[in-house]
């Protein structure tokens, strides 16, 4: 079946270091990823839509100058946190929709393990 | 802007119960409601997905339910297990999917 792979799995950087996340669809092209993010025993939040080729759609809430989203490839999403400060420790996953369809499966992807210190 | 609820919060019953946990949704027009499972530290499961044209889905211990009109959804855990312990999320599908914050699930040996 279709897999997304994330990467790092996991990662502590020190506070005010930026840190890159990678999603990468691996044997099928995703137009759209979506990129969420889980804190302790909360539920997951959606961040943004990332569009290849075009700027993400940020959630409300979210700082686009913070998480910054790109989507340069059919098959890989990253997500920048700059500026690292300790509360954006949290578990980020990301997900990727195959094809260009709105309607089409989507894959999630491990996830990744951000700890700031 | 679609919202998910997810009850009960928490539940915690004894090996060999039967259970249900619920999910409810805000807006109808949705593709599919999928359940997860999370375990602690650990990314998602799906466990069963049911399209928007469909009453219900099966697999094993597992069946869940999606009345699309009222936007309900059930899943039924038969005969729950002590490895059934984790947490159980619903997720509602549209253009993007939308999360319940979860029911932490314990079965007690």
């Known amino acids: 079946g279709a897999v997304v792979s994330q990467h790092p799995s996991r990662v502590i950087c020190k506070s005010g270091t930026s840190v890159k996340i990678e999603c990468r669809s691996l044997d099928f092209q995703a137009t759209t990823m979506f990129w969420y993010r889980q804190f302790p025993k909360q539920s997951l939040m959606l961040m943004a839509t990332?569009?290849?080729?075009?700027?993400?759609?940020?959630e409300q809430g979210v700082e686009k100058d913070k998480f910054l989203i790109n989507h340069a490839s059919l098959t890989l999403s990253t997500l920048t946190v700059t500026s690292a400060h300790p509360e954006d420790s949290s578990f980020y996953i990301c997900?990727?929709?195959?094809?260009?369809?709105?309607?089409?499966?989507?894959?999630f992807g491990e996830g990744s393990w951000l700890t700031v210190v | 802007k679609q919202e998910v609820t997810q009850i009960p919060a928490a539940l915690s019953v004894p090996e060999g119960e039967n259970l249900v946990l619920n999910c409810s949704f805000t807006?109808?027009?949705?593709?599919?409601l999928q359940w997860f499972r999370q375990d602690p530290g650990k990314g998602l499961t799906s466990l069963l997905l049911i399209q928007s044209s469909q009453r219900e889905q099966t697999s094993g211990r597992l069946n869940a339910s999606l009345d699309k009109s009222s936007g309900r959804s059930t899943l039924y855990i038969a005969a729950s297990q002590p490895g059934d312990s984790a947490t159980y999320l619903c997720?509602?599908?549209?253009?993007?999917?939308?999360f319940g914050a979860g029911t932490r699930l314990t079965v007690k040996p």
């Open positions: 997720a509602v599908r549209f253009n993007d999917m939308r």
């Open positions: 807006d109808s027009a949705i593709y599919n």
């Open positions: 997900s990727a929709r195959e094809g260009s369809s709105a309607g089409n499966t989507i894959y």
């Open positions: 990332s569009n290849e080729g075009s700027k993400a759609t940020y």
